[in-house]
């Protein structure tokens, strides 16, 4: 299997670049559709029923988005003075079906929730780049819009989970309006976001596959130190000080709270909600204790990790005050 990994992943990353760097829309195509063929053989390279029906899903959705985006290439929608047409947005939608932006992302809790944990990591992060770049560049108009709405359905849908895989399908919607503000001020500030949601996202789903989690309830039977570890890192999620999801947030408020100052008071007051979903889910694991466990838990070479994740998660205090 590590041979296989050798070679998806590299294709994968080459794909994105592909999609990102091309001038062509026939080429942005191609790219993607490399990417759909890569992401979907990761995911089967982990064998069982539930990846197969992910899979399958995955690329009949992707398909459908794919032949939107060629039939909208037909019309010719590129133009400026074709903005007041129905027909020209019908390649942004396309994008956002495929990234599983709001309000096309009724799909995305049931379809990616049973995937596997490489693949739920990869979807959260490396396949939102080349819809929402390319996105940006053509539709700024429309994606800021669903930015908006991105962070209010993200941050409203995560309050009624009780798996924590759709908890973090919910806030990466979240994250991805503030991407799409973030590219709004600055490529440089966008990067600087997408790394360290790249980082809090790896640490996170290694902290998931290695205890073997996926439901809120399952959190009652590991230890103290695991309880503690999830807490920090579900509240860097929400942007509280002094984790390391603070930084990038403050930041883009910092720049647009002068020139939107209404938006800037909307993504405080989701943040707010997006804080009690993940308030309420560390509540659980710091006050139920259960010394027998129910599950067959392996904490093997695992604490020397809850320590260095600690460690960076609390870095975001000093990273305020070396880029702001």
Known sequence: MLFYFLMLIPMLILSILLSISSHSWMMIWMGMEVNLIVFIMINLLYKNLFTMESSMKYFLIQSLGSLIFLVSLSFNSMMYEEWPYLYMYSLPMAMMLKSGLSPFHSWTPEVISKMSYLTIFLFLTLQKLVPLTISFCSWMEILMMSSLLNIIVG??????????????????????????????????????????????????????????????????????????????????????????????????????????????????????????????????????????????????????????????????????????
């Open 155 to 324: 941050s409203i849908g995560g309050m009624i989970q009780s798996s924590l895989i759709k908890i973090l399908i919910f806030s990466s919607m979240s994250n991805a309006g503030w991407m799409i503000i973030s590219l709004s001020e600055s490529f440089m500030l966008f990067m600087m976001y997408f790394v360290l949601y790249m980082m809090m996202t790896s640490m996170i789903m290694i902290t998931l596959s290695a205890i073997k989690l996926k439901w809120m309830i399952q959190l009652k039977s590991i230890s103290k130190m695991e309880k503690i570890m999830f807490y920090c890192l579900f509240f860097s999620f929400s942007g509280l000080p002094p984790f390391l999801g603070f930084t990038p947030k403050w930041m883009i408020l910092d720049n647009m709270h002068m020139h939107l100052p209404l938006t800037a008071s909307l993504c405080i007051l989701t943040s707010l909600m997006t804080m009690f979903f993940y308030l309420k889910s560390s509540m659980t694991m710091l006050f139920l204790v259960n010394l027998n466990n129910k599950w067959a838990t392996q904490f093997t070479n695992f604490e020397l990790s809850n320590v260095l994740m600690l460690t960076i998660n609390f870095t975001g205090i000093p990273m305020f005050f070396i880029l702001t």
